[in-house]
C-alpha cells in the first residue's frame, strides 16, 4: 500500500556529515508523521527524529544539536541532515511513516533500511 525507499546511506569520517532522504509512494491519502528509527549491531531499534504533518519535529537527546530533520509534503518525503557524526551514530537507518491509504486506517509502514558507518 505504501512504499519508503531510503537512500544517502555511506562511509564518513567523524566529525563529517551525511544526509539520508526517504520517498513515500503508494495510494496514499495523507501521510501524518515520518522519521527515522537506527539500530546499531547488538542494541535494540530506537528512533532517531520524527516530524508531523504540521512541521513539529522531535529529536532523540543524543542527535539532538546535530541532526535536522525535514519534510515536504507534497513530494511525500523525508529528509535527515546529519552533521558532527560521531562512531556511535553507526547503525542501519529506517525510514519509517504513519499514513492513511485510500480507504484503509493509519498504519506504520518501513523502508528497508539504509547503511550508515562513521569510522576512520
Known amino acids: 500500500q505504501v512504499q519508503l525507499v531510503e537512500s544517502g546511506g555511506g562511509l564518513v569520517q567523524p566529525g563529517g556529515s551525511l544526509r539520508l532522504s526517504c520517498a513515500a509512494s503508494g495510494r496514499i491519502f495523507v501521510i501524518n508523521t515520518m522519521g527515522w528509527y537506527r539500530q546499531a549491531p547488538g542494541k535494540e531499534r530506537e528512533l532517531v527524529a520524527d516530524?508531523?504533518?504540521?512541521?513539529?519535529?522531535n529529536y532523540s537527546d543524543s542527535v539532538k544539536g546535530r541532526f535536522t530533520i525535514s519534510r515536504d509534503n507534497g513530494k511525500n518525503t523525508v529528509n535527515l541532515q546529519m552533521n558532527s557524526l560521531k562512531p556511535e551514530d553507526t547503525a542501519v537507518y529506517y525510514c519509517f511513516t504513519k499514513a492513511l491509504t485510500w480507504g484503509s486506517n493509519a498504519r506504520d509502514y518501513w523502508g528497508q533500511g539504509t547503511q550508515v558507518t562513521i569510522s576512520s
Open positions: 516530524i508531523t504533518l504540521g512541521g513539529i519535529t
